[in-house]
């Protein structure tokens, strides 16, 4: 879920400093407003240092592409939007902080962003509190639900629902599953388990690692002597890099393993091109999807930050999720929280990610359409299937 050939923009403020970014002219702000009856302002918590700070590089430039868009069209309701960005490291504890920060002391009206699963708990638990809706475009889902949290990215079932099935029958039937050590790479596994049983497979391995590990071969020669046919990694930050590379290095990932997950998204291709070349995955979005608003949005991300890798798939979750946000906001009555999250749970919204998707009541995740793409030379992430729709109606508790 990061890249690391990324580096966050030069200028950055960190949250030592305590200093954040408005999306109004660039300037500083030192306080908040009394209410929230002038403008629409949107708190944005990412990682733009530390282990996942490429991933949150990439969903904060997605995000302020996609408030350009909305202000360039008029804003909501006549009123731009203001938004002010803060780093959180990947810190649960610091997003905790900087999320009540955001909405006591510059009364934020939405909150939008973090990357890993215990940050987003994390800010989740603080915006529901405050009754400040809280949308997350970050892929994957977590065990609780919260009544103001929404998620934009695809969940867990939606990435591995069509693709289980698919990786048994191509490579056999014993499936190794390897991921980080926080809270979602093990909710992954959970639900992997259930559809490689449902797909007629059997786990054979699993293993789970903490962020930061530098020698994986401990941990592949047991996935190895495992023997699997498919290997799931849920191995993030700059970490997916490292295993995959000493995986291919120690003869775990060959040509004739099935291998699947976070390592495959578009972050890692510059470090990992040659070891997922001709593979497929499943995604939400990708920057090679043929229509006019993802062209754009292509465009203008390249041109903005000079930028020709492959487009990380939060990035466009985070531009369309946004908008989808905002658009809620126009029909809400007022800017409090209440209101616009009531809108949010109606609204279906029409974007690249699907038509008329929607949030589900069960769950609070998004209803839209899924990919298989096949990964070219070069990091072409072509559509090689629209696999349409992929509804994710598992009740989550705490929705309600």
């Not at 609070?364 to 109606?393: C, F, N, W």
């Given at each position: 879920?990061?890249?690391?050939?990324?580096?966050?923009?030069?200028?950055?403020?960190?949250?030592?400093?305590?200093?954040?970014?408005?999306?109004?002219?660039?300037?500083?702000?030192?306080?908040?407003?009394?209410?929230?009856?002038?403008?629409?302002?949107?708190?944005?918590?990412?990682?733009?240092?530390?282990?996942?700070?490429?991933?949150?590089t990439?969903?904060?430039?997605?995000?302020?592409?996609?408030?350009?868009?909305?202000?360039?069209?008029?804003?909501?309701?006549?009123?731009?939007?203001?938004?002010?960005?803060?780093?959180?490291?990947?810190?649960p504890?610091?997003?905790?902080?900087?999320?009540?920060?955001?909405?006591?002391?510059d009364?934020?009206?939405?909150?939008?962003?973090?990357?890993?699963?215990?940050?987003?708990?994390?800010?989740a638990?603080?915006a529901?509190?405050?009754?400040?809706?809280?949308?997350?475009?970050?892929?994957?889902?977590t065990?609780?639900?919260?009544?103001?949290?929404?998620?934009?990215?695809?969940?867990?079932?939606?990435?591995?629902?069509?693709?289980?099935?698919?990786?048994?029958?191509k490579?056999?039937?014993?499936?190794?599953?390897?991921?980080?050590?926080?809270?979602?790479?093990?909710?992954?596994?959970?639900?992997?388990?259930?559809?490689?049983?449902?797909?007629?497979?059997?786990?054979?391995?699993?293993?789970?690692?903490?962020?930061?590990?530098?020698?994986?071969?401990?941990?592949?020669?047991?996935?190895?002597?495992?023997?699997?046919?498919?290997?799931?990694s849920?191995?993030?930050?700059?970490?997916?890099v490292?295993?995959?590379?000493?995986?291919?290095?120690?003869?775990?990932?060959?040509?004739?393993?099935?291998?699947?997950?976070?390592?495959?998204?578009?972050?890692?291709?510059?470090?990992?091109?040659?070891?997922?070349?001709?593979?497929?995955?499943?995604?939400?979005?990708?920057?090679?999807?043929?229509?006019?608003?993802?062209?754009?949005?292509?465009?203008?991300?390249?041109?903005?930050?000079?930028?020709?890798?492959?487009?990380?798939?939060?990035?466009?979750?985070?531009?369309?999720?946004?908008?989808?946000?905002?658009?809620?906001?126009?029909?809400?009555?007022?800017?409090?929280?209440?209101?616009?999250?009531?809108?949010?749970?109606?609204?279906?919204?029409?974007?690249?990610?699907?038509?008329g998707?929607?949030f589900?009541?069960?769950?609070?995740?998004?209803?839209?359409?899924?990919?298989?793409?096949?990964?070219?030379?070069?990091?072409?992430?072509?559509?090689?299937?629209?696999?349409?729709?992929?509804?994710?109606?598992?009740?989550?508790?705490?929705?309600?």
């Amino acid at each position: 879920m990061a890249q690391p050939h990324f580096r966050p923009r030069t200028g950055i403020l960190t949250v030592a400093a305590l200093l954040v970014l408005t999306g109004c002219g660039g300037s500083a702000i030192s306080g908040g407003q009394d209410d929230r009856s002038g403008s629409l302002k949107i708190g944005v918590i990412v990682p733009l240092t530390g282990p996942v700070s490429a991933t949150g590089t990439a969903l904060r430039r997605g995000f302020e592409l996609g408030v350009k868009k909305v202000n360039d069209n008029g804003g909501v309701n006549g009123t731009k939007v203001e938004y002010v960005v803060v780093d959180d490291a990947g810190n649960p504890a610091t997003s905790t902080q900087l999320a009540r920060r955001l909405i006591q002391q510059d009364k934020v009206s939405i909150i939008f962003g973090t990357i890993t699963g215990d940050t987003a708990e994390a800010v989740a638990r603080v915006a529901d509190d405050a009754k400040v809706p809280f949308g997350t475009a970050i892929l994957g889902d977590t065990e609780r639900c919260f009544p103001y949290q929404w998620g934009f990215g695809e969940t867990t079932r939606q990435m591995l629902t069509p693709t289980i099935p698919e990786l048994i029958k191509k490579y056999g039937k014993k499936v190794a599953i390897v991921g980080s050590d926080y809270n979602y790479p093990r909710f992954y596994a959970g639900v992997a388990k259930d559809l490689v049983k449902q797909s007629g497979g059997a786990i054979v391995a699993e293993e789970y690692s903490p962020l930061g590990q530098a020698d994986w071969q401990p941990v592949i020669t047991r996935l190895k002597d495992a023997k699997p046919d498919v290997a799931l990694s849920m191995v993030v930050g700059a970490d997916a890099v490292t295993f995959s590379q000493q995986a291919s290095q120690f003869g775990l990932l060959t040509p004739g393993l099935g291998f699947e997950g976070a390592p495959l998204d578009t972050d890692y291709y510059p470090a990992l091109s040659a070891l997922v070349d001709g593979r497929t995955h499943t995604v939400r979005w990708t920057d090679r999807l043929d229509d006019a608003e993802s062209r754009t949005f292509v465009a203008d991300y390249r041109a903005a930050h000079d930028f020709d890798a492959p487009i990380p798939e939060v990035a466009g979750n985070a531009y369309f999720g946004i908008q989808f946000l905002l658009a809620a906001a126009r029909k809400a009555d007022g800017l409090e929280g209440p209101a616009i999250n009531t809108e949010i749970g109606r609204l279906t919204f029409d974007s690249p990610l699907g038509k008329g998707t929607r949030f589900e009541s069960a769950n609070h995740r998004l209803q839209a359409d899924m990919l298989e793409v096949t990964i070219k030379p070069g990091g072409a992430y072509e559509v090689s299937k629209k696999l349409g729709r992929i509804p994710d109606t598992t009740p989550k508790t705490g929705c309600a």
